[in-house]
């Protein structure tokens, strides 16, 4: 397994940008399919974003498609969520995901399909 350590929230007015970061160790990054994910106290974690082994494909959420950018740096060995145009329904607590894959191509959309997953990072958006 990985470990993985969220930065780069905070809180923001409606309209701004931020860059979440999220930092993984304790094995090889690049066989890691990966994720974001947002909750919110008392509901669900929700899908935001994921990628493949290499970045070659992304796959977002309609709640933040044209919004919302993930990527990586599988030299640096971290996962980034560029999220633009920010409003007060994005705030939540953001999570990084990590799940081994076998195929450059896989992505995973679940929660329920990601074992590795970082503590949080709080997003909050004022209007």
């Known amino acids: 397994q990985v470990q993985m350590v969220e930065s780069g929230g905070g809180l923001v007015q409606a309209g701004d940008s931020l860059r979440l970061s999220c930092a993984v160790s304790g094995s090889t990054f690049s066989r890691y399919a990966m994720g974001w994910f947002r909750q919110a106290p008392g509901k669900e974690r929700d899908f935001v974003a994921a990628i493949t082994l290499f970045g070659g494909t992304t796959y977002n959420a309609d709640s933040v498609k044209g919004r919302f950018t993930i990527s990586r740096d599988n030299a640096e060995k971290t996962l980034y969520l560029q999220m633009n145009s920010l409003n007060s329904g994005d705030t939540d607590i953001y999570y990084c995901?990590?799940?081994?894959?076998?195929?450059?191509?896989?992505?995973?959309?679940?929660?329920?399909?990601?074992?590795?997953w970082g503590q949080g990072s709080q997003v909050t958006v004022s209007s």
């Open positions: 995901a990590a799940q081994r894959a076998d195929w450059s191509g896989t992505y995973y959309v679940r929660r329920d399909q990601y074992d590795s």
